[in-house]
């Protein structure tokens, strides 16, 4: 099996500290290659997360220049996340597309009533369809790449409405395919030794905006430089959850000292970004916290 060039990994050898993976790990490794090779070439839907960043790197390692990583820029992408994918593939010589969604003009998207991702997904699929036709040419002659996204099993678990998009767009998912989930996702990252392993989830700016506010470019940004401020104090897992005025922050519990010790400073910058109120959740952060309305609004 081809593995990638690492200079994190030789200079653990040639420290005396070669690492040493499962057969398990490696057949998983083998295995997302040979997925990739059974195919002329492909699209990535990427985004710069671990999911997303390591079907790009793995697909550039089986078909070399015969794959595209397409990443969707939109005011719903925070501009740090968009340079740090940017540099992944830089770093990796991944050949990278970006195709800009226009989310904003569609109004089920702004209402967002529980179903926004679909709508978001839908406009970025029917982008790499579009950019797809534009690179093979005419349908009747050309060799179809196949479009492929990061959804990975523990997602069948969680409420994740744009995979209806991606199935209605014929989109593939070697994650789930391979019978993969996060865990092993983070584990071949690790393997493979790309630098982004312990990368946190970082899904887009619109997730953190509460069901039924409408979505807004103001209310993306207030949001991201919120998190902008939050990463600058050294803080990593963390959201901006944005209920109108309030801004309510979620860090891990190991975290809420920081808060607190920088309380008067992030009252202060919050409200010049246009919050009334800054609370902090004692039940700490939560992936995915704003859907537990929508399940209690389903119970009612």
Partial sequence: ??????????????????????????????????????????????????????????????????MLAVIADSPSLSRREWRSAKEFASRFDIPLRTVYTEELKDPDYISNMGNRCYYCKKDLFKKLHELRDQLTGPADNRIVWPIICGTNLDDLNDYRPGMRAAEEASVLAPYVDLGFDKKTIRALASYFDIGIADKPAMPCLASRIAYGEEVTDQRLRQVEEGE???????????????????????????????????GEHIVKKFRELGFTFVGMDLAGFKSGSLNETLTRQQAI
Avoid: T, W
């Avoid at 959201?239 to 010790?261: K, M, W």
């Fill in 228 to 262: 902008d401020l939050l990463y600058e104090l050294g803080l990593k897992i963390f959201r901006v959850r944005h209920h109108g005025a309030l801004a309510r922050i979620e860090v891990p519990p190991h975290d809420f000292p920081v808060l607190i010790e920088n």
């Fill in 1 to 66: 099996m081809q593995k990638g060039p690492s200079s994190g990994a030789e200079e653990a050898e040639s420290q005396g500290d070669k690492r040493e993976y499962s057969p398990k790990i490696e057949d998983q490794a083998s295995g997302l290659q040979e997925y990739f090779s059974r195919y002329d070439g492909a699209i990535i839907s990427y985004s710069g997360g671990v999911d997303s960043a390591l079907l790009a790197y793995v697909a550039h390692l089986a078909l070399g220049e015969r």
